[in-house]
T-cell receptor
Framework: ETGVTQSPTHLIKTRGQQVTLRCSSQSGHNTVSWYQQALGQGPQFIFQYYREEENGRGNFPPRFSGLQFPNYSSELNVNALELDDSALYLC?????????????FGNGTRLTVT | GNSVTQMEGPVTLSEEAFLTINCTYTATGYPSLFWYVQYPGEGLQLLLKATKADDKGSNKGFEATYRKETTSFHLEKGSVQVSDSAVYFCALRRFSGNTPLVFGKGTRLSVIA
């Protein structure tokens, strides 16, 4: 059983640039969530995708957007990068978009904005 | 709104010491409660969970009991090992619909030999 994989592992961007982060969900999982973990903080929910549709969003501006593909993999796009976007971005997949379906996390992408 | 408060770290213990990491929550309804662990350079791993009041979650020697009356879910382990050194996150998920996990800020544990 392949777990959640994220790419790239590390990324350095300049303020104002755009970035795309990628996530392959665990086999059989149709729901993907993205979280932002700033240094020394707990993860904050960005949004969730279920069967290619966004079905939940946290308190993040529209320049954070996403996609889910038919194979349930997902992308997180961030436009007009700001210094405060520097963080570990975590992707999590689950079997169904239900409360008792456990989330399986990837190892994250460390984004540094200079 | 929903929130989780956990004790600030870092916590430094000697091997075989007793561990307690406090966690309290605020939530509407009846959330499920979780402890996740994050080892250096890795993502989050589910350590244990409890879905209703008085449930006890346990795994790898760690335990936590869902206490509705005190809105708490404290993590305990009787004898820690060096390999337990990590950051521990308490989290809740409201029991309805497609709701996200709400995390505490994390507690860093260092166990020294």
């Amino acid at each position: 059983e392949t777990g959640v994989t994220q790419s790239p592992t590390h990324l350095i961007k300049t303020r104002g640039q755009q970035v795309t982060l990628r996530c392959s969900s665990q086999s059989g999982h149709n729901t993907v969530s993205w979280y932002q973990q700033a240094l020394g903080q707990g993860p904050q929910f960005i949004f969730q995708y279920y069967r290619e549709e966004e079905n939940g969003r946290g308190n993040f501006p529209p320049r954070f957007s996403g996609l889910q593909f038919p194979n349930y993999s997902s992308e997180l796009n961030v436009n007009a990068l700001e210094l405060d976007d520097s963080a570990l971005y975590l992707c999590a997949s689950s079997l169904e978009a239900a409360d008792n379906s456990p989330l399986h996390f990837g190892n994250g992408t460390r984004l540094t904005v200079t | 709104g929903n929130s989780v408060t956990q004790m600030e770290g870092p916590v430094t213990l000697s091997e075989e010491a007793f561990l307690t990491i406090n966690c309290t929550y605020t939530a509407t309804g009846y959330p499920s409660l979780f402890w996740y662990v994050q080892y250096p350079g890795e993502g989050l791993q589910l350590l244990l969970k409890a879905t209703k009041a008085d449930d006890k979650g346990s795994n790898k020697g760690f335990e936590a009991t869902y206490r509705k009356e005190t809105t708490s879910f404290h993590l305990e382990k009787g004898s820690v090992q060096v390999s337990d050194s990590a950051v521990y996150f308490c989290a809740l998920r409201r029991f309805s619909g497609n709701t996200p996990l709400v995390f505490g800020k994390g507690t860093r544990l260092s166990v020294i030999a």
